[in-house]
């Protein structure tokens, strides 16, 4: 062997040293294993009244929504998910869906409105991201119009992460990578209201009312899981 | 053994070695393999078992296989290339890869990404020939290199923003055909319709998972043919992509008219059974077939 040899494999042991260490040290500082950090008394359909301001849970409607599952994870990802139809005084309709994730991981993202509507069939519009009001907090929240032959449903919603309501995706990964960083997860909800409605801007304003009476009639204690604090 | 073709036995001792071929170090070899296997053992058990199964597109073991393959066919080119390696980039490289592993792993055992731990194998394998030959070693080993990317998971967001308009072609070319021969057959958007039927053109992602896997299979066929001239080595590349496409058009076509002979469960069993099948034969043969009518033109079979 000379010497050649010799440093060729001093770097090759230099190396797979490094590589035993990177690995050894990963296995140690491995997380303690979370189940799940589902907020302690959250129940989605406890926590969103039946009656707000002129809308009123639609009864008949009921039957053919999917019920709040506890027991196992919907789409893989959430650990409770709320659909229901509101009917107001004035007759108008409209549907909410709150999907709430104790762990947020990254399969989240594919589920943004805009994403899962287009794989539904839809076209997708006017994505736009506003400031709404909703009990005299600003919560940053997105618009937009899905639309195919026969169904036109523009969309309103928002996502809240620990508690930072948050609607840029790349925004949200990066405090996703933060959190994690300090060895935390943060639980999320989305919370969806729409509408079928051929006026658009109108049933944006319209849903920003119902939006603003949903988060009024929660109990103040919670609110924060809701529109962030 | 994918590091075989890395650490090399020394090359600056040329006058030594005249008799004596070149050889590789076994225990360079052996140190190197198994700190590789420390590291990424757990990376792909956690990524095909645990928690990001559902990430995974079920092709990421014959992707690494394949990589390994490539790597260990060109182990005698690298062990006899004369090139000066670069140790201390090379480590600069190494710790890198080694920080984003440790850093990355925490994150994917929180569930919260597993890019980052995926993606520090690339600084970590390309520390290894850049170490012992330098940017010219790097060279040699860059296609098996890079198509380990087809073991990465594919971001959701560029997932549904390419699905979308493909989704969309792949549907009408197929409608449009059917339409041609005589067939009750309409689509809106991604719907199709098909006498009583209707039919969503496919999940989420299942349409480009399925387009990357074939672009795999096009780039690694373009590779083992070894072409003499670049250009059609590109030309080639570049003729994968429709390939893929009309396969999948290919596939979409035998679903409605399955599903309109046979019926709506008929056509779900296809869908779930033969599908994947029937794309891969029917790409691969496309290319095979491309391929010698380039070969004609070009006046030469490679």
Redesign the interface.
Known sequence: M????K???R???G?????????????I???AKVDSNVSPGLELDRLFADRVGIWSLDRYADVFVRPTDRRQKVY?VYDQVLERIYVGDDGSQVMLCVAYGG?????L??HRPE??Y??????VAALTRVAIRLADQTVPASRLHAH??GRSEPITYWTVFGDTVEND?RQV?WM??R???R?E?LDGMLVRVSSIHNDVGRAHQMQSRFADALVRAIDPGYRSRVIGA | MRAAAY???????AA?AARDPARW?R???V??V???A??YV?TYWDFLFG?WA??SQGHEMLVVAVSAWLLYRRRNEMRDIRSP?R?WTASVM??CG?LA???G???S???????IELSSQFL?LL??PL??RGWRGVRIVWFPLAFLLFAMPLP??L??SI??PLKQAVSASAVALLGLIGYPVGR????ITIGQYQL?VA??CAGLQTMFTLEAVGLLYVNLMNYKSAWRATLMATLAVPTAFMANVVRVVILILVTYHFGDAAGQGFVHGFAGIVLFVVALALLVALNQLVGRVWGNPR
């Open positions: 000379n010497s050649a040899d440093v060729s494999r770097t090759a042991v190396f797979s040293l490094a590589m035993g260490i990177a690995a050894v040290t990963a296995a500082r491995a997380p893989g762990r947020q991981s990254d399969g993202h594919v994403h899962c287009r794989s539904a069939g839809f076209e195919r032959p995706p990964n996703k990578l959190a994690g960083m060895g997860v | 650490s090399g036995a020394g090359i600056g001792e030594a170090d225990v360079g070899v140190c190197i198994l700190g590789l420390l590291l757990p928690f559902a990430e390696g140790p190494l710790a080694l592993y440790v850093v792993r925490h994150l055992q929180l569930h919260i990404n597993s890019r970590v520390a290894l170490a012992y959701g967001e997932v549904s699905t979308m809106t958007g991604v719907i969503l999940e989420a």
